[in-house]
């Protein structure tokens, strides 16, 4: 992993951490101010931190890859919430109905366990697909010498 990925990964942690703040929030006001069942507040709690992490992705994280635009961003924010959203949506709803149903853990303990799980694999996906160079990118980076 070079140094440019590393220092990428610790941004895309950064705003989670940010995202984990609001997604806990959301969860608590929707789960104890509005009595709403743990699964349904979970699906919008981790709606809402998607949206949050998108807007500061795209501005922070790879701001370098991409320039923030409704033609370009809405395109991008609909490939990060399929992907980010329903890897982070599936799984925390999936891990909170075991932890919650079956482990009898509590419902914010048990969010906190399914984000860092599905971290990772958000990450991954963002960097390949959603934020990934543009071709004029990648026709300026200049290929590896290579000794033989």
Known sequence: MGRRTVLRWLKFNAVGALGIGVQLAVLLTLKSGFHLSYLPAT?????????????WHERYTWAD????SWKKS???????NLTTGGVSIAGNLALMK????FGHMNYLVANGVAIALS??????????????????QRARVPAPHRRF
């Open 119 to 136: 971290s990772l694999a958000n990450f991954l996906v963002s960097e390949v697909w959603v934020f990934a160079k543009s071709q004029n």
């Open 98 to 101: 075991l932890t919650v149903d």
């Open 43 to 55: 699906a919008l709690a981790v709606e809402a931190a998607v949206l949050h992490n998108f807007l």
């Open 65 to 68: 890859r991409v320039q923030p």
């Open 74 to 80: 809405l395109p991008r924010l609909l490939r990060f």
